[in-house]
T-cell receptor, first 110, second 114 residues
Framework: KNEVEQSPQNLTAQEGEFITINCSYS?????LHWLQQHPGGGIVSLFM???GKKKHGRLIATINIQEKHSSLHITASHPRDSAVYIC????????????FGAGTILRVKS | NAGVMQNPRHLVRRRGQEARLRCSPM?????VYWYRQLPEEGLKFMVY????????ESGMPKERFSAEFPKEGPSILRIQQVVRGDSAAYFC????????????FGNGTRLTVT
C-alpha cells in the first residue's frame, strides 16, 4: 500500500465546475504539500499545510490531521487549470523526505 | 528574487557518457533536494544536501550517481556511464530550512539517453 493515495487518478470537468481532489496518507506527517505540474513543465508549489485550511485565489486546500486526509478544491475551474496535481507529505519519521502521491490528471474543457 | 534555476532544461547523452545537472537554489536557501520523475511514474526523492554536506542520500542509486553542493556554486547531480533507464526528468527544490519549510522547485532537467 502506498503511503500517499490520491483520487481520482483522472478528472475531466467542464469550465466553471467546482473540482475536488483528495489525498489520504498513512504516516505521521509534519506537513503536506499540494503541487501543480503542467505537461512538460516545472513544478509549482501551491500550498503547504500542517493544519486547517488555506486559500489562494480560486484554490482552497484543507487538511484533517486526525483523519489523515487533505483536499484540494478549485472553484470556477478554467481550462488553464488543466495540469497534474500532486499531493506530497513530509513523513515525520523521515523528516527530510517528501513522499509523493501518483498525481491527479485534471482536464478542464471549455 | 530569482527562483530555483536548473540547467540545462534538456540534456541528451549517449549510453556510457556522463550527465551533469545543475541547480542553483533560491537566494538565502541552504537546503537542496533532488527528485527524479521516471516516464509515467511519480516523483521520487533522491538526495538532500546542505552546503558542503550530504544529509540524506537514501534515494540515490548505489552506483553511478553522486551529488554535491559546494560552498560556492550550484548543486550538481552527476550520473556516470548513463544507461537508457536513467532517462527521466530530474527536479531540484530548495528551502530555507529543514522539516516543515516551504519548498520551491526548479523547472527540471529532462535527460534523454540514446
Amino acid at each position: 500500500k502506498n503511503e500517499v493515495e490520491q483520487s481520482p487518478q483522472n478528472l475531466t470537468a467542464q469550465e466553471g465546475e467546482f473540482i475536488t481532489i483528495n489525498c489520504s496518507y498513512s504516516v505521521g506527517i509534519s506537513a503536506l504539500h499540494w503541487l501543480q505540474q503542467h505537461p512538460g513543465g516545472g513544478i509549482v508549489s501551491l500550498f503547504m499545510l500542517s493544519s486547517g485550511k488555506k486559500k489562494h485565489g480560486r484554490l482552497i486546500a484543507t487538511i484533517n490531521i486526525q483523519e489523515k486526509h487533505s483536499s484540494l478544491h478549485i472553484t470556477a475551474s478554467h481550462p488553464r487549470d488543466s495540469a497534474v496535481y500532486i499531493c506530497a507529505v513530509r513523513d515525520m519519521e523521515y523528516g527530510n523526505k517528501l513522499v509523493f502521491g501518483a498525481g491527479t490528471i485534471l482536464r478542464v474543457k471549455s | 528574487n530569482a527562483g530555483v534555476m536548473q540547467n540545462p532544461r534538456h540534456l541528451v547523452r549517449r549510453r556510457g557518457q556522463e550527465a551533469r545537472l545543475r541547480c542553483s537554489p533560491m537566494k538565502g536557501h541552504s537546503h537542496v533536494y533532488w527528485y527524479r520523475q521516471l516516464p509515467e511514474e511519480g516523483l521520487k526523492f533522491m538526495v538532500y544536501l546542505q552546503k558542503e554536506n550530504i544529509i540524506d542520500e537514501s534515494g540515490m542509486p548505489k552506483e553511478r550517481f553522486s551529488a554535491e553542493f559546494p560552498k560556492e556554486g550550484p548543486s550538481i547531480l552527476r550520473i556516470q556511464q548513463v544507461v537508457r533507464g536513467d532517462s527521466a526528468a530530474y527536479f531540484c527544490a530548495s528551502s530555507p530550512g529543514q522539516g516543515a519549510s516551504p519548498l520551491h522547485f526548479g523547472n527540471g532537467t529532462r535527460l534523454t539517453v540514446t
